[in-house]
C-alpha cells in the first residue's frame, strides 16, 4: 500500500475534481503491475495496473489507495475490470465518498468471490485525498494556510514588499506544495504590493496551480502576473469586474468567504494553497476556514513588521490549536504542519 499511495502521489495536483489514486498488483512475492490516475477523463489507476499486469493478474492481490469505483462516469468500472482479470484479493485503503460508489465498489468485489481488506494505511490515504474528499463530503476546498515568519513572528519587514524571511530548502518545499495542490490563493492587498507570479519553479515536471485572487472590489490590475489561464477573481455580487472578465479571467462571486469555496468547489478545485498576506489569512482563521497549516520559522530577527494575522484577538484559553503536529528542520529553518479540522 505504500507503494501505491507513492503511484498515487504522482497525480496530486492534476486529478481535480477526481481524486489521485494509486494501484499496485502483486502475484505471490512479486510485483506485475503498478498504476496511477493521471487526471480526470482518463482512466482509473486500477486500468493501468492491470494493463501492466496482463495475464498475472489472475489470483493476484491489487492494492488500491481508494475504494475502486462501481460506476460509469467518464470511464466504466474498476472493480468489474478487476473482477475481469481474475484477481483473487483486493486490499483498499479507504472507502469513496463519492455517493455514487460509497461501499458499492467493495459490495460488488464481494459479491463476486473477491476477498476484500479495507482500512490499510488509511490515514494517510485519507489525507493524500483530502481534497476530493473535501469537494465531495463538505462541498467546499481544503484550505492549506502557508506562510514563513521570523524568530519574532514576522512576516515582511515595515514598508518593504519583497525581501524573503527563509531559505531555499523552505522556499523549494513551498514550490512542491504549488506543484501538488489544486489552486493558490491571495488577496488583492498582496497582488497589488507584490505582483507575484504564484507559478511551480524549479520542480521537475512541476505544474502551475490556479491563481485565485480575493479581491471584494475588483479593483486590482487585470494585467497583473497572476491572470494566467484559468485564473479565478473572487469577488463581491456587485462589483463592477468588466475589465477582468474582458481579460477572460474566470470571475466568481460570492457575498462571504464560504460562498466563495463553494463557488471554487464548482469550479472543480479540491484543494487551496492560502498564501496570504494578513488581511486574507486573518479572514480565513477567523472564520475557521483553515483546515491546514504549514508555518516556517525562521532564524531572524525584524524588531517590527508585519504579523501574518491581524486577528480579531483570542483569550490565550481559546487559541486555536493544531492536531497531528510535524516538526522538521529544513536547513536553517524550522517547519511546523498541522490540522484544524478532522478531514
Ligand atoms: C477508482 N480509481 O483511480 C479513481 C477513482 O468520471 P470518472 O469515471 O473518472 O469517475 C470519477 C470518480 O471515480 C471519482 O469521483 C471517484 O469517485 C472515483 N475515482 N476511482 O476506482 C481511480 N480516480
Ligand atoms: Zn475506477
Redesign the pocket.
Known sequence: MTLALAEAARGLGR?A???P?G?VIVQGDELVGRG??PR??EP???VFALQGAGERARGATAY?T????S?????PP?ADALIAAGVRRVVVAAL?P?P??AGR?VQRLRDAGIEVTVGVLEAGAVRQQAG?RSA?VRGRPWVVAKYAMTLDGKVAALNEANGAVSGPQARERTMRWRDELDAIAVGSGTLGLDDPALTTRGVPGGRDPRPVVFDRRAASDPQARAWRDGAVLVTAPDADAAAHEAAGITVQRASSLPDALSGLAGLGIGSVLLEGGPTLLSAFFAQGLVDEVRVFVSPNLLGAGLSPLTGPARPMHEAQALRDVTVETLGPDVLITGLLHDI
Open positions: 486529478t475534481p477526481n481524486p489514486v494501484c496511477f490516475h480526470a477523463g482509473h489507476a486500477e488500491v481508494l475504494e475502486p469505483c460506476h460509469h462516469g467518464r470511464t474498476c469513496d463519492n455514487l460508489v465498489g476530493f465531495v
